[in-house]
């Protein structure tokens, strides 16, 4: 009856009070007095789903009787971050939800820290995927989000005596409330085995893969809310199960218990995600679990696509399909083999719709970062796909010979195919071959992509390349996690700047005016006193929200440059301790971040962190002017807490290396002044906040190149600059590790013998352009005006902005709106 129905879709607090205590009972199984916060949460959660069913269903629909065209995103991970908080804003319905938990006497926030975070993914690429998930559904466009369902993601990371110890991810095991397991909607992949050549009834010359294994993937769904709209896509994520050829096996061999011993080894496949910044682990698997989950996505596209179509003709105009680097890019050769060895297509024809599907985004420039895989391995576990890429590389090479007759190292350089001991096949290369459009992730980024990694590729298909810099979403890196700084813009733009973020702009003209200037540092205040909080919790330590909160929140890894930032907190120690200081702003460092578990260094980045905070949190002559802290286990649920609470934003990376950033965008976003290098979107945020509202540091692409083509010599640094070889020689002197003086040597080695990422040459560059951003904290007005600017002009960095430009300039794909009411 519609009363029934209200219960499961009314919006009213008081429906929504009815339909969690009928969650309560009809799916935890509760009843009040026993409920713990984790049934309270999972009732809210069900309440919450409800709602977002009969939009997700009327979406599918829509999508359907239009037969729109869809974007497919493919990647290997989705940061996604906690659901619950985020499905409330974008139905709207945060206010009524807490007046009806205050009703119940419930406190929204607590129900909402009961959900354990999906950490899908390793970082940026997993993060962006995840925002812009969030701005497809937005932005009424037709899409499905492909991936994996690992049962197991991102590690949590403990810290035992300042080393980084990793604890497994459990956010499965209390269960998970947004997905739709969809035990019918499985497809079967295949490993191993060979290939045959057979001649099919028509007399032509076919392959046959005749595999060794096969398994399923079974789809599990969850449902993305657009905002400020009804559209609800589809996020579909692939969990591996054993096939029956298990079952059989054990049937023929008598061998039970081996036969049960290869099934989970089946589905051992989606157990876990891969660190991406670790070079060489988990090789085999990895590659398997990147075949598994395209093949199924490829699978569920083609059984769609053959609803409208009799065969695959048309397939690229149902279809833009995007590789979220080059993870999925076996795609290109799994497209080929359906068209070629299930739907029995030509060549030609083939080739035509696979390369009018796929658009590839490139992630990294990092040459240790570009996926390789053995021709050895690839060919034992998926025979056929080798012999697709041979084919469409010998192909590929015969249209290069003829255009550069005689350049044979350029055919050689371009070839699909690494040559050398180990015969490697380069998955950049097949992507962008098999490829309508490249792009890089930032204005610089592009640029770089089409003259380095890509140079002889951008030579050859100059159209092909473009640029879409990369956003995040306001909804919940604004809206969600900053809740002060939402109202203070609601107040002045009205409720659409967070469906159209260029509106921050409303809030320029105010920069100067003092009431504002007040509200503005009462919303800082408020946070960072949230986070002290939350520091005092998670370590213990105390820290004084009135100091200049200097945070660098990411990855561990040497080219961000961690390092760099301790190295200028040392010279501060030092000049306290040699009563030298002259800028007597008082700071609190703040760091976070993961290190890949096999990445010596950045754990070893990790322990010096702690080494040098224990050794200036402890000094009395120090600790009022210095503090240094390491949040653990930097993930989606602390970094809505951290950004909102920065003053400053560490984005320090050696020009060239970091491809984009979105950090950098989350923290300008939320008022914080940004310290830079010239490197990834930093280039952008600068332009757009104006470079007088930013301290920019450091060489450029250009003098990094240069610096290191003239044979760069750290240790003449080291010789030449006083303070710091005093703080080198500190780090080595055994104070910040108890008296060990070998302790941090692989660093300070590294630094005075290689220095690859040239923190020595930015060295004096970052501790003055530190000075400056201390001397102007010192001026509140000051500060709070360039703060508020940088709030006001970083609407471009929203995602929405960069999937409108995927849309027009990429995928040629149209807006779907859903209409409810109808
Ligand atoms: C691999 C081995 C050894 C060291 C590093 C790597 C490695 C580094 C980067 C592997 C993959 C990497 O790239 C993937 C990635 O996460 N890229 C990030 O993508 C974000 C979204 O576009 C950008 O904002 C980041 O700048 C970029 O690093």
Known sequence: GSSDERTRTGMSPESLKRAFVDSM??????????????DLYMAAAYTVRDRMLERWIRTAETYRKA???????LSAEYLLGP??????INLGIVDSARQGARDLGIDLQEILDQEPEPGLGNGGLGRLAACYLDSLATLSIPAIGYG???????????????????????????????EIPRPLLRYPVRFGGHTEPYTDEHGRFRVRWVPELDLYGMAYDTPVLGFGNDNTNLLRLWHATAGRSFDLQAFHKGDYYGAVNAKVGAENITKVLYPNDEPEVGKELRLKQQY?????????????????????????????????????????????RLCLDEHGMDWERAWEITRRTFAYTNHTLLPEALETWPVELFGRLLPRHLE??????????????????????????????????????RMAHLATVGSFAVNGVAAIHSELVKSTVLRDFHELWPEKFHNITNGVTPRRFIQLSNPDLCGIITDLAGPGWARDAENLRTLEPHADDAAFQQRWQAMKRAAKERLAARIREATGAVVDPQSLFDIQVKRIHEYKRQHLNLLHIVALYHRIKQGTDSDPTPRTFVFGGKAAPGYFMAKLIIKLIHSVAEVINRDPEVNQRLRVVFVPNFNVKNAECIYP???????????????????????????????????????????????????????????????????????????????????????????????????????????LQHDPYLLLADYPAYVEAQARAGDAFRDPAGWTRMSILNAARTGFFSSDRAIREYCRNIWQVEPMPVSLAA
């Open 25 to 38: 009972f009809y799916v935890q199984a509760r009843y009040w007095e026993v409920a713990t916060p984790h």
């Open 388 to 425: 697709i890429i041979y084919e469409i590389n010998a192909r590929f090479l015969d249209e290069l010979r003829m255009r550069y007759p005689f350049d044979p190292e350029r055919v050689a350089r371009m070839s699909l195919i690494e040559e050398g001991p180990v015969r490697r096949v």
């Open 148 to 178: 994996i369902r690992y049962e197991h993601g991102i590690f949590d990371q403990k810290i035992v005596d300042g080393w980084q110890v990793e604890d497994c991810d459990l956010w499965l095991t209390n269960g998970n409330p947004w």
């Open 83 to 88: 659901q619950l908080g985020n499905n409330l």
């Open 292 to 336: 598994f989950f395209v093949s199924c996505s490829l699978q569920d596209m083609v059984r769609v696509h053959l609803q409208h179509a009799p065969n695959l003709e048309g397939f690229h105009e149902r279809f833009a399909a995007q590789l979220n680097d080059t993870h999925p890019s076996i795609a290109v050769a799994e497209l080929m």
């Open 645 to 751: 609470a920065a003053d400053l934003s560490e984005q320090i990376s050696t020009a060239g290396k970091e491809a984009s950033g979105t950090g950098n965008m989350k923290f300008s976003m939320n008022g914080a002044l940004t310290i830079g290098t010239l490197d990834g979107a930093n280039v952008e945020i600068r332009d757009a906040v104006g470079h007088e509202n930013f301290f920019l540091f450091g060489l450029t692409v250009a003098e990094v190149e240069r610096t290191l083509a003239e044979g760069y010599r750290p240790w003449e640094y080291y010789r030449s600059h006083d303070e710091l070889r005093e703080v080198i020689d500190l780090l080595r002197s055994g104070l910040f590790s108890h008296g060990d003086p070998d302790l941090f040597r692989p660093l300070t080695d590294s630094l």
């Open 67 to 73: 037969d729109a065209r869809t974007v497919c995103y």
